[in-house]
């Protein structure tokens, strides 16, 4: 064994060293290589491995006890608003948000969510596993434009074999997921509305087809055991048939193979229903301009994933014809309650005008001047009828825009405003549609003008700066006594600083021909020459008057960056405040316009109220006229007037009825269903594989992590080094491990005292 050490008392591992790591009088070294940390991690790799196991256990079931996620998605494609208003409508629609924004606003409404989380008008008996829907959907073709769609989510049911605990255990067993759902509509008992003690969550087994379990849920982990036919009320099912059970009123609808499935069947409030969905819905557009618009909705059961996505999207359309519809209804029933007057009075003229003619036969017919002035009556009382529609159309919108509501402009229909109030409008415009585009990269303004020479700036900088750094290193050579340093003028770029202008070129001209010229001196005369110490002489001169240039160059340089710099900064500033600024600014001009277009617009109704008093005056003139007539036609002049004056307002309001009707009828929807959403075949939440597989390399890290803590409290010695390290005395011999290692010992127990020479002498360990 004394051939296998080293002499002197140096080990075989290079350890007996002098302390300092083989350099004599040197410090240790403290360095950690990366094989010492390999050992360190294999002599724990049991903790390692136990750390791993349990971290992926935890999250293992961690995933299998989290509420299931499936997202599913609908796409709308927007139409384009071709609005039958007239001139101010579309500008109207200009002062309004971007479609796809606005549409998109409309859709995550909580208005739209409760009519779709609201129950179903009909409960339906015999429905297949998911209720689809048909793309270019189209309320109006279908007749359906009035009637929301219910998806009753105050009950929500989820299969338990949907949880990802189960899904693991499957992809464990290789069995294969069956095809089946539950619906359920759940109500409490009258009189049981506010009960604290109501059970809200129930567990549903089906023994089979035709029989029901039914418990109240008591947990996820230890809940009942419903194939036993000891726990639960059990009860015969049928799709129509309505169960009244703890205080609850229950009815099922299950399709697919359910027999043999378990289900939780939850009640929630309607408010509880409204918030949860308005959470659970997403909508974008898919692109900018693009107007398509992507719904979706995340539900712990795929079915009502798609099915809620699609009637969010069928009640979004069904609005937008709603609301088209109802603007057109406005003007459609002032003239019908118009017409309705008129009607009546064109019907008393009528009766009237033929009892005159009866009773005076030698009256029937009327003076042409008469006829006259009953002409002018008629079209006058047109005119008046025509100004009071036109006064209250914009009296009504008047009254929306005091409240609040912008958009009323596009309710005035036809009635174009004076030219004051178009030119506001067009300004209101433009002034929203600025502000909507302040935060856009895609559209050239003021804000790419400040950012490009915000860059500009930065650049010159920079550049200054390394010229500055130049100027300094070569001044200082030059002041040590390195006149070769001047070359480095010459290297610098022109018109990089003020300092590089003609005069200096030329004395950086004058330096070269300089050298030149003492080149040729100093290999033609002998040192101490007059003549050769007479150009050194210039040399010096010229390079001092170069570093007094560059002297210059370097302040005025310092002074150009520190311009720069301020100039820097106020930009910066400039373009961290520019979107507020000028949105403050916009803001601003946008309620001065909203407050003008107001003035403007009560003022044309005060004008369509003053043309209406003079219409009046007119009329009462006319009237005067007519009472001029002989006594014998006056009365007949009196009935044929209120005819003839009835009876063109009676067909303008006909003709104004039947524009407002056929407005109403062509109003179409405001977006396409083009792909409907279908169920998600795979979970959103909690993907299992990604999950685990993180889970592992945490328990990794966290194991690695206690082994090295386990490493340096232990404060144990594993190798000679260590050992030469720790006590700085060289290792003679050592004992080998004969349980573990290399040196181990076949057949050895744990804790057996070993001797090689004596029980295995024919071993290496005995050698």
């Known amino acids: 064994m004394s051939d296998s050490k080293p002499k002197n008392g140096a080990s075989h591992h290079g350890y007996g060293q002098p302390l300092g790591g083989g350099v004599q009088g040197g410090m240790p070294d403290d360095t950690i290589h990366l094989g010492e940390l390999f050992q360190i991690l294999l002599r724990h790799n049991r903790l390692i491995a136990t750390v791993m196991v349990l971290v992926t256990a935890l999250t293992v079931f961690w995933v299998g006890t ?52 609201a129950p179903p008008e009909t409960w339906l008996t015999d429905v297949d596993l998911f209720d689809g829907t048909d793309a270019d959907y189209d309320p109006v073709a279908a007749g359906d434009t009035t009637s929301m769609e219910g998806m009753g989510l105050e009950t929500i049911v989820d299969a338990h074999d949907r949880r990802p ?73 049928a799709p129509d048939l309505e169960l009244e059970l703890f205080s609850l009123r229950l009815r099922l609808q299950a399709s697919g193979a359910y027999a043999g499935q ?104 009327l003076t042409d001047s008469a006829k006259a002035v009953i002409d002018q009556l008629a079209a006058l009382e047109l005119q008046r009828t025509q100004l009071e529609l036109s006064r209250t159309v914009l009296t009504q919108a008047l009254s929306h825009l005091n409240a609040g509501d912008y958009e009323a402009l596009a309710r005035l229909g036809k009635e174009t405003p004076n030219l004051l109030a178009l030119g506001y409008i067009q300004e209101l415009a433009a ?187 007119k009329i009462s003139e006319q009237d005067r006229r007519l009472g001029e007539l002989p006594q014998s036609q006056l009365a007949l002049a009196q009935a044929t007037r209120s005819l003839e004056t009835h009876s063109e307002i009676v067909a303008f309001l006909l003709k104004s009825e039947q524009e407002a009707q056929i407005t109403a009828a062509a109003t179409s929807a405001a977006a396409v269903l083009i792909d409907p959403a279908v169920p998600p075949r795979s979970r959103s939440f909690p993907r299992a594989t990604i999950f685990i597989a993180l889970g592992m390399l945490l328990g990794l890290l966290l194991g690695s992590a206690l082994a090295f803590v386990s490493h340096a409290l232990r404060a144990a010695l594993h190798s000679e080094a260590e050992v030469e390290q720790a006590s700085g005395l060289p290792v003679i011999g050592s004992i080998p491990d004969f349980e573990r290692g290399r040196t181990r010992i076949k057949g050895v127990k744990k804790g057996q005292r070993i001797l090689p020479m004596r029980d295995d002498p024919d071993g290496p360990q005995a050698e």
């Open 66 to 117: 989290r509420t299931p996620r499936y997202k599913a998605s609908a796409t709308l494609l927007l139409e384009q608003d071709e609005s039958t208003g007239g001139v101010l409508s579309e500008l109207a629609s200009l002062t309004s948000d971007p479609a796809a924004e606005a549409e998109i606003a409309l859709i995550r409404s909580r208005s739209l969510a409760e009519v779709t989380a």
């Open 165 to 237: 605990s189960e899904g693991i255990m499957r992809r464990l067993t290789g069995e294969r997921a069956l095809d089946h759902r539950l619906r359920a509509w759940v109500q409490p008992v009258l009189g049981h509305e506010g009960d604290p003690e109501l059970v809200r969550d129930l567990d549903v087994y089906f023994v089979d087809e035709t029989t029901v379990r039914i418990a109240p849920h008591e947990g996820y982990l230890f809940g009942s055991d419903l194939e036993s036919s000891t726990v639960g009320v059990e009860a015969v099912y």
């Open 262 to 365: 378990i289900y939780r069947v939850r009640l929630r409030s309607p408010e509880e229903a409204v918030l949860l969905l308005m959470e659970a819905t997403g909508a974008s557009e898919s692109g900018r301009k693009t107007n398509v618009v992507n719904v979706t909705v995340e539900d712990s059961c795929p079915y009502r994933a798609a099915e809620t996505a699609n009637a969010l999207a069928k009640n979004y359309i069904r609005r937008s014809v709603q609301i088209g519809r109802l603007k057109a209804e406005r003007t459609l029933g002032f003239i019908k309650r118009q017409l309705e007057g008129q009607l009546e009075s064109l019907k008393d003229a009528e009766t009237v005008v033929a009892d005159l003619q009866s009773q005076n036969p030698e009256t029937i017919s």
């Open 431 to 617: 002034l929203e549609a600025e502000s909507l585009r302040l935060e856009r990269t895609d559209v050239l303004g003021y804000k790419q003008l400040l950012q490009a020479e915000h860059l500009r700036l930065r650049a010159l900088m920079e550049e200054t700066a390394l010229l500055i750094q130049s100027y300094e290193l070569a001044l200082a050579a030059i002041a040590s006594g390195d006149q070769s340093a001047v070359a480095r003028f010459a290297s610098a770029p022109k018109g990089s600083s003020p300092g590089r202008d003609t005069e200096f070129e030329a004395y950086l001209n004058s330096l070269a021909d300089l050298d030149a010229r003492l080149a040729s001196a100093r290999a033609e005369f002998m040192p101490g020459n007059p003549e050769l110490e007479k150009l050194e002489a210039s040399r010096k001169i010229l390079i001092a008057t170069i570093a007094e240039q560059a002297n210059g160059a370097l302040a005025g340089s310092r002074a150009t960056l520190r311009g720069y710099e301020a100039l820097y900064a106020d930009y910066s500033a400039s373009i961290d405040d520019w979107p507020a600024a000028e949105r403050g600014t916009i803001d601003g001009a946008v309620g001065t316009l909203r407050n003008r277009v107001r003035v403007t617009l009560t003022s044309q109704v005060s004008g369509l109220s003053d043309q209406i008093s003079a219409i009046g005056a």
